[in-house]
């Protein structure tokens, strides 16, 4: 007893020193990222290492430079939060709209081919982003569709679709084909079923796409820099901070603020729809 109670005691503390550890590596960069943006670059270099900032020394002026138009002096990211915005939420909207059908086809009807569709789906991400990029430019410039938001939509489309009816064809198949039969019995269609069954009890499967297909088109660089890097007024927030990253002449405290500015829709939207990530609308749906 006194062994197990020591194993059970040690494991314990041991977890909680292995939690803990993740937690600061985890949390700490995006602290010091806080901390660099609200101080004065004065400040900064004289004490570049201080973890604590006096209520003295909180300033806003790098938030207000990061968002101030730059006819105004600043670095324009109230603009490039608005493209990214109208990007994240095209791509996500119409990635949902054409992955949802196609991925509840591929889990509930019976066609030739449908085993293969996981592998042909998952395939385009064996090949690196840069190999489609030169394919797509040339195909975008000859469309007449290179340095627009509509373009960049549809390249981010065909980046998230593929995993998004993966993903989707997974959580169908673990609702109840019983529930959609009892459906059928009272006399619902195939759409009807979807729209009143299948939907509700995928919520949260579809909010975990829709949170992860924003994440890729908010956070995406390479074609952005591609298709956008002549059109300034079209710059996405991930553009716009490699401008700044690359700037001699900007202080470190104004990256940092437009580095929070780029993480903190994500991490808000993150906390807003745990609870429709996290809880299980499957629960006793079915009666034994």
Known sequence: MERDLVETVSLRWLRRLVIAAFLVVTVFP????????VRPIERLLLDPGSLVVGF??????????????????GQGFLTFIRNSGVVAVAATVLTLVVAIPGAYAVARLRFFGRRQVDFLFLAVYLFPSIVIAIPLFVVFSLAELRGSLFGLVLVYISQTLPVSVYMLRNYFETIPVSLEESAAIDGAGRL????????????????????YDFMIAWNEFLFALLFLVDKPNRWTVSLGLSLLADGVEVPKTVLMAGSVVLTLPIVILFFASERLLTEGLTSGAEKG
Not at 30 to 37: A, E, G, N, R
Not at 56 to 73: H, P, Q, R, S
């Open 192 to 211: 009807g079923i979807i729209r009143r069954v299948s939907l509700p009890l995928a919520m949260p499967s579809i909010m975990a796409v829709a949170l």
């Open 56 to 73: 003295g020394e909180l300033t806003v002026a790098t938030y207000a430079e990061v968002l101030k138009a730059t006819d105004d002096g």
């Open 30 to 37: 995006f602290y010091y990222m806080l901390v660099l943006s």
